[in-house]
Nanobody, 123 residues
Framework: QVQLVESGGGLVQAGGSLRLSCAGS????????IGWFRQAPGREREFVIA????????YYADSVKGRFTISREHAKNTVYLQMNSLKPEDTAVYYC????????????????WGQGTQVTVSS
């Protein structure tokens, strides 16, 4: 069993930065790939970015390439989402999730989810 807790959300002006954290519990956390998804009001949940269990591979949605990066720190059981050059369209609830499926883009293949953290980007 893996539990995930997101933190770091908040209100930021367009062009600003935020760093989200996803803290995992459980000894098997390091064996899971971690993805970030987001959901804006009235919209479906969408893939943002993901990192393999080893941290050696990363996967990005086209909308965040060049602006967002993901990293993980195994010693702290934590994955970080660094968001730069934020835009109003990045406003959403951001969720981290864990998967051992080998697939990164499909939310249905993630086994565990956090509760989400709100990111609001003002224009």
């Amino acid at each position: 069993q893996v539990q995930l807790v997101e933190s770091g959300g908040g209100l930021v002006q367009a062009g600003g930065s935020l760093r989200l954290s996803c803290a995992g519990s459980g000894r098997t956390f390091s064996r899971y790939a971690i993805g970030w998804f987001r959901q804006a009001p009235g919209r479906e949940r969408e893939f943002v970015i993901a990192i393999s269990w080893s941290g050696g591979s990363t996967y990005y949605a086209d909308s965040v390439k060049g602006r967002f990066t993901i990293s993980r720190e195994h010693a702290k059981n934590t994955v970080y989402l660094q968001m730069n050059s934020l835009k109003p369209e990045d406003t959403a609830v951001y969720y981290c999730a864990a998967t051992a499926s080998g697939s990164y883009y499909n939310a249905e293949l993630y086994h565990y989810w956090g509760q989400g953290t709100q990111v609001t980007v003002s224009s």
